[in-house]
């Protein structure tokens, strides 16, 4: 299993908002800001779209947003479209061993 | 641009040793902090290998010893050189970028599929 916690699988209708939640602990998500996540679609390599929590790199819609609160992060997607539908993974900074971890994944379906 | 090309990836025998390649172009490797990160369907991502712009390496401890990251500067390249294969490390390996110090991959490559089996 993944040394992050995500929901198998979230979904939402056209323009609505949902939110993934990414539980981790305090040697993780709780002590850094470092979390991070990512959009994949299928066949294709996963894309940044969340860093350092809250940050939005150019190009990233700003319907995408992210926080943190203890150990746990979370990605909000407001305004649902249907290309928002693909995996999304968090990560985080662990320690300089293991550097970063990830989440197993969440499926969003747009209905 | 920047772009990241994986290559090397096949079918090999346990405890077999594969070579990855990863050609970049857009951006010069020795700048940036490059890593190794493996997909497989049953367990996800996993970061492999790391190696910050001074040239050292880090590996977690499911690879290390077996796993060997090394890059050549002049053709802005990365090699993963895997020995002592595993069923486990079946997976499909990108190479990926990250801003010197930082642990969020911007840029990935579009993966190498590798196949650990008899």
């Known amino acids: 299993q993944s040394a992050l916690t995500q929901p198998a699988s979230v979904s939402g209708s056209p323009g609505q908002s949902i939110t993934i939640s990414c539980t981790g602990t305090?040697?993780?998500?709780?002590?850094?800001?470092?979390v991070s996540w990512y959009q994949q679609h299928p066949g294709q390599a996963p894309k940044l779209m969340i860093y350092e929590v809250s940050n939005r790199p150019s190009g990233v819609s700003d319907r995408f947003s992210g926080s943190k609160s203890g150990n746990t992060a979370s990605l909000t997607i407001s305004g649902l479209q249907a290309e928002d539908e693909a995996d999304y993974y968090c990560s985080s900074y662990r320690n300089s061993i293991t550097l970063v971890v990830f989440g197993g994944g969440t499926k969003l379906t747009v209905l | 641009e920047v772009q990241l090309v994986d290559s090397g990836g096949g079918l090999v025998q346990p405890g077999g040793s594969l070579r990855l390649s990863c050609a970049a172009s857009?951006?010069?490797?020795?700048?940036?902090?490059m890593h190794w990160v493996r997909q497989t369907t049953g367990k996800g991502l996993e970061w492999v290998s790391g190696?910050?712009?001074?040239?050292?390496?880090y590996y977690p401890g499911s690879v290390q010893g077996r796993f060997t990251f090394s890059r050549e500067i002049a053709k802005n390249s990365l090699y993963l050189q895997m020995n002592s294969l595993r069923v486990g490390d079946t997976a499909v390996y990108y190479c990926?970028?990250?801003?010197?110090?930082?642990?969020?991959?911007?840029?990935w490559g579009q993966g190498t599929l590798v196949t650990v089996s008899s």
């Open positions: 990926v970028r990250a801003k010197a110090g930082s642990h969020y991959y911007d840029y």
């Open positions: 305090s040697s993780d998500i709780g002590g850094y800001n470092y």
């Open positions: 857009g951006f010069t490797i020795s700048n940036y902090d």
């Open positions: 190696m910050d712009t001074a040239g050292g390496t």
